[in-house]
């Protein structure tokens, strides 16, 4: 299936400071370079961070800092604050880009779609009314009218709020 990446100028940069076979959720959990590595909120267990291929402006995901597959591996508060950030993520959004609905989910195992599938996290992608769609399975057209510095930077600000 033919993708079509509409724009997409961080690309590069982003494969450029990425190392090999480096876990990005694993990373996410050194507090040096938040911008770098697009994380918008820390909470105790889990965390927040823009997705790098986003779906659309505004794709979260939420992971725990453990490095597990699945959320069958996940205590109980884990498994609360990921909701709880979920639950922030939304209302985040819907303050900043005023959407229509949201996908929320796991893709678990790369027969599932997942990109990463060591380590287990919740997508949280903002929905418009006229949009294009979802996962590459239903929809092969990511429209990106904002840059994902500037997300990174309205977004955290808005968690910090
Ligand atoms: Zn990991």
Not at 100 to 124: E, L, P, R, S, T
Request: hydrophobic letters at 40%; charged letters at 25%; a negative charge.
């Amino acid at each position: 299936m033919a993708e079509q990446r509409l724009w997409a100028p961080w690309r590069l940069e982003y494969i450029r400071g990425a190392k090999s076979g480096e876990c990005i959720f694993c990373a996410g959990a050194h507090p040096d370079d938040d911008r770098g590595r697009r994380i918008v909120h820390r909470g105790e267990r889990c965390f927040v961070l823009l997705n790098a291929y986003p779906y659309a402006s505004g794709h979260l995901m939420v992971a725990p800092f453990a490095h597990v597959p699945s959320i069958e591996q996940l205590e109980d508060e884990v498994l609360l604050e990921l909701a709880r950030l979920t639950r922030r993520s939304l209302a985040v959004l819907r303050e900043l880009y005023r959407p229509d609905g949201f996908n929320i989910g796991i893709n678990q195992g790369k027969v599932a779609g997942a990109g990463f599938d060591d380590h287990v996290h919740q997508h949280v992608v903002p929905r418009w009314a006229g949009d294009s769609n979802f996962m590459p399975v239903i929809g092969d057209t990511r429209v990106l009218p904002q840059s994902l510095d500037d997300s990174w930077r309205e977004i955290s600000e808005a968690f910090a709020t």
